[in-house]
Nanobody, 122 residues
Framework: QVELVESGGGLVQAGGSLRLSCTAS????????MGWFRQAPGKEREFVAH????????NYLDSVKGRFTISKDNDRNMVYLQMNSLKPEDTAVYYC???????????????WGQGTQVTVSS
């Protein structure tokens, strides 16, 4: 049984920081791309960032470049999203996901967590 569990969400003021974590269990994802997506109320789920299986390649949504950093720990089967200089428009439910191939489409991801709420107040 594959399971992804996110943590680290919460309420923060604009300009603040949060670090999201995602723990994967049930199998190893050492050779998989891991990504973060988010979904705000009334909006479609959107790609935020992904990281290649070996950590050598990352990709980000333009609006989070320079503020968010994705990283992974293959030994612990975990992926992280460090979010700095948060803005109210970053408010959303954040999901981690796993894919056999790198990409920005949610359809390409095979496993998903349940999400963690991030709320940024102005």
């Amino acid at each position: 049984q594959v399971e992804l569990v996110e943590s680290g969400g919460g309420l923060v003021q604009a300009g603040g920081s949060l670090r999201l974590s995602c723990t994967a269990s049930g199998r190893t994802f050492r050779t998989y791309t891991m990504g973060w997506f988010r979904q705000a109320p009334g909006k479609e789920r959107e790609f935020v960032a992904h990281i290649s299986w070996n950590g050598d390649s990352t990709n980000y949504l333009d609006s989070v470049k320079g503020r968010f950093t994705i990283s992974k720990d293959n030994d612990r089967n975990m992926v992280y999203l460090q979010m700095n200089s948060l803005k109210p428009e970053d408010t959303a439910v954040y999901y981690c996901a796993v894919s056999r191939f790198p990409g920005q489409s949610a359809m390409g991801y095979d496993y998903w967590g349940q999400g963690t709420q991030v709320t940024v107040s102005s």
